[in-house]
């Protein structure tokens, strides 16, 4: 019985994970662009949103000594605004895994700050992809709606320091149709 129990929590849970994905997955057809300064991001015809998430983490840096270095981000990747249902993280690379597994690294093609106290929304196009799931055949993604994660303004005490950023921000995956 206490079996029979847990498997019912586990079919509920993964019923809200997908149920939270489904939610991402029908976002409209891609984020609203502040024109004409972010019109490099837009993505090349024949690509469709395939699903939207929404990011809070950090961004890291380091001193070394004349300027804080970009290291890499740190983030929980959830399925909606109130960051619930956790979908996923992002990491070094940068890199998206997908909680199944699958992951979609990307490379920065072009970047705009509508707000110069959040780091630069961004056009990334998918060098590769790994693992059967939703990051499966992801062509780019869009970094948008960005808050804070800038590096700080004064120096490091000392070469190497460390500090992180908070951030969030919402990406969107985009697939060839």
Not at 50 to 60: D, L, N, P
Not at 73 to 85: R, V
Not at 88 to 95: I, K, L, M
Not at 124 to 147: D, E, K, M
Request: proline share 6%.
């Amino acid at each position: 019985m206490h079996n029979m129990k847990r498997k019912i929590v586990v079919a509920s849970a993964t019923l809200l994970l997908v149920a939270g994905l489904a939610t991402a997955v029908s976002a409209k057809d891609g984020p609203d662009l502040p024109s004409p300064l972010c019109d490099r991001l837009q993505v090349p015809e024949g690509n469709k949103v395939a699903f939207h998430v929404y990011a809070e983490g950090v961004q890291i840096y380091s001193w070394n000594g004349a300027g804080w270095v970009f290291v890499e981000p740190a983030a929980t990747l959830f399925a909606n605004a109130d960051y619930d249902g956790k979908v996923g993280t992002h990491y070094r690379g940068p890199t998206w895994e997908s909680n199944s597994g699958s992951t979609v690294v990307g490379a920065r093609l072009f970047g705009c700050t509508p707000d110069t106290s959040a780091i630069p929304w961004l056009l990334l196009q998918a060098v590769s992809t790994g693992g059967h799931g939703i990051f499966h055949s992801v062509t780019y993604i869009q970094r948008v709606n960005t808050t804070g994660g800038v590096a700080p303004a004064a120096p490091g005490a000392s070469i190497g320091e460390t500090v992180q950023i908070p951030y969030t921000a919402e990406y969107y995956f985009y697939r060839e149709q």
